[in-house]
């Protein structure tokens, strides 16, 4: 997909009931969680990562907030981002069309879709390589420090080239995401 830097997704990763606003660690899933930005390369290094976020956050607050929004915003990145609906589509950050109609924009969506799957890939590896995070029994302040520092092993065990445990079945996931498009998705259609 030509010009793009990286593909950006939200993962949940489940806590324990924290003591303290425990309502905002439920996600739309009704678990106790962390919701994980990741924007990752073509081969499969976690190039940004957010993990602060209680779970009830929705993946677009999460990246609007971010620093790297704010410098794409001012123009800091040559490239793009890839997401998917649950992003808003920004000059910058390329979502797929939600109704496409035959021909290029259905070709687009297939592009985009199938590029976009590397970070569903990386996030795979990354919970495949460190089992904890199929639940952290931590507060949600060590486990974002828990979630770095896997993304930070993930990213030397890649380079090195060392072997990735097979994924896990993620079609029987429970949690598996199916984001809803925000509602103001007109200013990156220009």
Request: net charge negative; hydrophobic share 35%; glycine share 8%.
């Amino acid at each position: 997909f030509p010009g793009v830097i990286g593909c950006i997704d939200g993962t949940h990763i489940p806590i324990i009931a924290p003591s303290a606003n425990e309502g905002d660690y439920v996600n739309r899933k009704s678990f106790h969680s962390i919701n994980v930005q990741i924007i990752c390369d073509a081969a499969n290094i976690i190039t940004n990562v957010e993990a602060k976020w209680p779970g009830s956050v929705h993946d677009s607050r999460i990246f609007r907030e971010c620093t790297l929004s704010t410098k794409f915003g001012h123009g800091e990145f040559t490239g793009h981002l890839l997401g998917d609906r649950g992003y808003p589509c920004l000059p910058y950050l390329l979502t797929p069309y939600p109704a496409p109609e035959p021909g290029p924009q259905q070709r687009y969506n297939l592009a985009h879709c199938r590029t976009r799957a590397r970070v569903e890939m990386t996030i795979g590896m990354l919970k495949a390589r460190f089992q904890c995070l199929c639940r952290l029994r931590v507060t949600p302040e060590r486990a974002c420090d828990i979630i770095v520092a896997c993304v930070i092993l993930h990213n030397i065990a890649t380079i090195r080239g060392e072997h990735c445990p097979a994924e896990p079945d993620i079609s029987s996931d429970p949690h598996d995401e199916h984001p809803d498009p925000p509602t103001n998705v007109q200013d990156g259609r220009a």
